[in-house]
């Protein structure tokens, strides 16, 4: 089953992932990370199908797939 990991230290909060996902389970956290931005997460990565457009899409690389 894929999951979906993000660093979430690393990311700016754009966005561009949770437009791109087909299940809507990619999300924009409320909590801050170090850098003072709304990370995005994943609450329910059971529902990932591994189709690697977050990861795609993410000009920072802070999501990876894992089977």
């Keep these: 089953m894929p999951k979906p990991v993000i ?3 690393r990311c700016k909060g754009c966005g561009l992932c949770v437009d791109v996902c087909p ?3 990619i999300v924009m956290s ?3 990370n170090a850098k ?3 990370p995005v997460s994943c609450p ?3 529902e990932c199908v591994g189709c690697t457009l977050c990861a795609k ?3 920072d690389v802070v999501i990876e797939i894992y089977e």
């Design 36 to 38: 003072g931005y709304h």
């Design 44 to 46: 329910d990565d059971s």
């Design 7 to 9: 660093r979430e230290e």
């Design 23 to 25: 299940k809507d389970i």
């Design 30 to 32: 409320s909590d801050f």
């Design 57 to 59: 899409a993410c000009p």
